[in-house]
T-cell receptor, first 111, second 116 residues
Framework: DAKTTQPNSMESNEEEPVHLPCNHSTISGTDYIHWYRQLPSQGPEYVIH???SNVNNRMASLAIAEDRKSSTLILHRATLRDAAVYYCILIPYFGNEKLTFGTGTRLTIIP | DTGVSQDPRHKITKRGQNVTFRCDPI?????LYWYRQTLGQGPEFLTYFQNEAQLEKSRLLSDRFSAERPKGSFSTLEIQRTEQGDSAMYLC??????????????FGEGSWLTVV
């Protein structure tokens, strides 16, 4: 399975943009790039996904490198509620049965 | 709310006792997954159902663990003769059968197990 690499932790000031990086150098052509976040004592929550083009939704934006070997989750204006562990994972078009999560990036928001 | 539902949310049990967790997937999601998560780690795959058929099991799923999905609806995960090492959060997730919307899977809020 293709793996992802993320920094263990990041900090950001409240109301400022946050850029969370993810490397996935062994990504295959049919892998979707997904981001989930996990608040304390809760299950992972879907944030956003993309294949080749940059994506925007109400929660965040996803910027995908042209070679697809890296991506960046962008929170445009961080709030205290965005403090969570963020996971970048690859989900194949065929076969989402067994996903591999790393340890994610623990995002701390400074008031 | 029509998300994945798990019950109970928290369970404290004595070592050696049996515990059972229930998962109700999102309506019409044919695929159902169980993951386990320990403190500081990401979720780890345990098993996967396509309708009522259990199609894949991780080596993490020892003989003391059994999962069922009768009639392809809700699922149960039973742990027999619990050990302290079983203490973790057990996550259930579901997804539609056909790849759609990025093949996204949706997680429940998890069931915390503490074995004392």
């Amino acid at each position: 399975d293709a793996k992802t690499t993320q920094p263990n932790s990041m900090e950001s000031n409240e109301e400022e943009p946050v850029h969370l990086p993810c490397n996935h150098s062994t990504i295959s052509g049919t892998d979707y790039i997904h981001w989930y976040r996990q608040l304390p004592s809760q299950g992972p929550e879907y944030v956003i996904h993309g294949l080749t083009s940059n994506v925007n939704n109400r929660m965040a934006s996803l910027a995908i490198a042209e070679d697809r070997k890296s991506s960046t989750l962008i929170l445009h204006r961080a709030t205290l509620r965005d403090a969570a562990v963020y996971y970048c994972i690859l989900i194949p078009y065929f076969g989402n049965e067994k996903l591999t999560f790393g340890t994610g990036t623990r995002l701390t928001i400074i008031p | 709310d029509t998300g994945v539902s798990q019950d109970p949310r928290h369970k404290i049990t004595k070592r050696g006792q049996n515990v059972t967790f229930r998962c109700d997937p999102i309506s019409e999601h044919n695929r159902l997954y169980w993951y386990r998560q320990t403190l500081g780690q990401g979720p780890e795959f345990l098993t996967y159902f396509q309708n009522e058929a259990q199609l894949e099991k991780s080596r993490l799923l020892s003989d003391r663990f059994s999962a069922e999905r009768p009639k392809g609806s809700f699922s149960t995960l039973e742990i027999q003769r619990t050990e302290q090492g079983d203490s973790a959060m057990y996550l259930c997730a579901s997804s539609p059968d056909r790849p759609s919307s990025g093949n996204t899977i949706y997680f429940g809020e998890g069931s915390w197990l503490t074995v004392v």
